[in-house]
């Protein structure tokens, strides 16, 4: 899933924004850059949805972190292209935004439709409306899967079980909506309903009627796990959400308070999600330590580091995998280029573009912009490349990250426990 890191900031006033469009349009009419329809017309005579073009093209055009790339692909006169469009409704506006942003070849930047950018919002506020249930397609599959139904969600209530084929959503197959929009189709207003069609792990089918409501994505949890003696913490991430940090140090400290001498970190599948709430728990790992590099379109460079001292300063290790990206790929090349953590499991994602999200106003619509790349301390710029592991684990990769028969999990205990007891 395509989850990227945000920074959320704050919309234009709708009269404000009218007023500074209808500035800007003059002066594009008296320069000669819109065709002549729009110069024979009063700036004003812009619908809504014509603005809503216009002032996307703006964000972007002051925002994007490569504006070298606007000169290649002629951004002016995609955003004239775009105008000449019929728009009369919402849906007009979007289809040619989308269009406009297509040619700068970023799939991070990109027009959010309304319940789009609502669910995106939610997702960092660390809940959803939906029915609580984890998706993935394990390796060498095409189907979708049920990793798990989160804790006292619908579809934990309804008895839906880990490793299940969700085969279709409201009618529509899974195989043709793919992952990312599956998982949008559960989401929706609380109190709607969704209609599921499942084929459990004995090959049994069935039809599940669920009434979406808020679910709480429990981004952190934790466990104590004994092995060979030593008592070590499991503390796993699945997103950062604005909750994480705070979540984190509870945890660090309940683990602490039952005596553990290691810590595994599991950041697998965690796409990421705010950046600050990245930064925030490799600032309780990290002492004093670089954590990482950011570089904006200007060319400036801003370094962070981490504060001295640490919420938990013991020995650990930390699971990755293909899934994880953005922020959790900075914390997790922070951590090894820090020499703080060794990383097990496979390459990561490799996505080292941050992006901004930036509500557009009365529609409830709103863009996704790249606006920074980001190194790891040591330098290394990870975009398309990933970060590879310390030890890469066998495959196949466990399905369930810290269910049962998780021989990744296992793995990572065995080798804490053999430096615990070689110390």
Do not use: C
């Not at 290649?72 to 105008?83: P, V």
Request: charged fraction near 20%; glycine fraction near 10%; avoid cysteine.
């Amino acid at each position: 899933m395509s989850v990227a890191p945000l920074v959320t900031t704050s919309p234009q006033s709708p009269a404000g924004r009218l007023k500074n469009t209808a500035k800007r349009l003059l002066q594009l009419v008296i320069t000669g850059v819109l065709p002549l329809v729009l110069a024979t017309q009063p700036a004003l005579a812009l619908n809504d949805g014509q603005q809503l073009v216009v002032e996307s093209w703006r964000l972007v055009n002051q925002s994007y972190v490569d504006p070298e790339r606007f000169e290649e692909i002629h951004w002016k006169r995609l955003r004239q292209k775009a105008l000449e469009r019929s728009i009369q409704t919402s849906v007009d506006a979007y289809e040619a935004i989308d269009t406009m942003l297509a040619p700068i070849g970023d799939p991070y930047t990109r027009l959010l439709r309304p319940a789009d950018f609502m669910a995106l919002k939610a997702n960092t506020e660390g809940q959803v409306s939906g029915v609580g249930l984890q998706l993935g397609i394990p390796g060498g599959e095409t189907s979708i899967v049920v990793i798990a139904p989160l804790e006292d969600s619908p579809a934990a209530k309804a008895g839906i079980t880990s490793g299940s084929a969700l085969i279709s959503v409201d009618g529509i197959s899974t195989g043709e909506l793919g992952l990312e929009a599956t998982a949008a189709r559960l989401r929706g207003p609380e109190g709607s309903s969704v209609l599921l069609v499942l084929k459990d792990p004995r090959g049994k089918t069935r039809e599940v009627d669920l009434k979406r409501q808020k679910v709480n994505l429990q981004p952190v949890r934790q466990r104590l796990i004994e092995s060979n003696g030593h008592r070590l913490g499991y503390l796993r991430i699945t997103q950062f959400s604005e909750p994480v940090p705070q979540q984190v140090a509870q945890a660090l400290e309940g683990l602490q308070d039952q005596g553990i001498e290691g810590l595994v970190l599991d950041l697998r599948n965690n796409s990421g999600g705010l950046v600050s709430a990245g930064l925030a728990v490799a600032n309780a790992l990290l002492d004093g330590g670089p954590i990482v590099e950011t570089q904006n379109r200007d060319g400036f460079s801003d370094a962070q580091q981490a504060n001295r001292g640490q919420l938990y300063s013991g020995p650990m290790l930390t699971l990755v995998n293909g899934g994880t990206a953005s922020a959790s790929e900075i914390l997790a090349g922070a951590l090894q280029d820090d020499e703080r953590s060794a990383l097990l499991g496979s390459r990561t994602f490799g996505k080292g573009l941050i992006q901004t999200l930036i509500g557009l106003g009365g529609d409830g619509s709103g863009l996704a912009v790249t606006v920074a790349r980001y190194l790891t301390p040591s330098g290394r710029d990870i975009q398309n490349l990933g970060i590879a592991p310390d030890r890469l684990l066998p495959q196949p990769e466990p399905f369930n990250p810290g269910g049962e028969d998780d021989a990744w999990l296992e793995l990572a205990v065995e080798q804490l426990s053999a430096q615990l007891s070689a110390a």
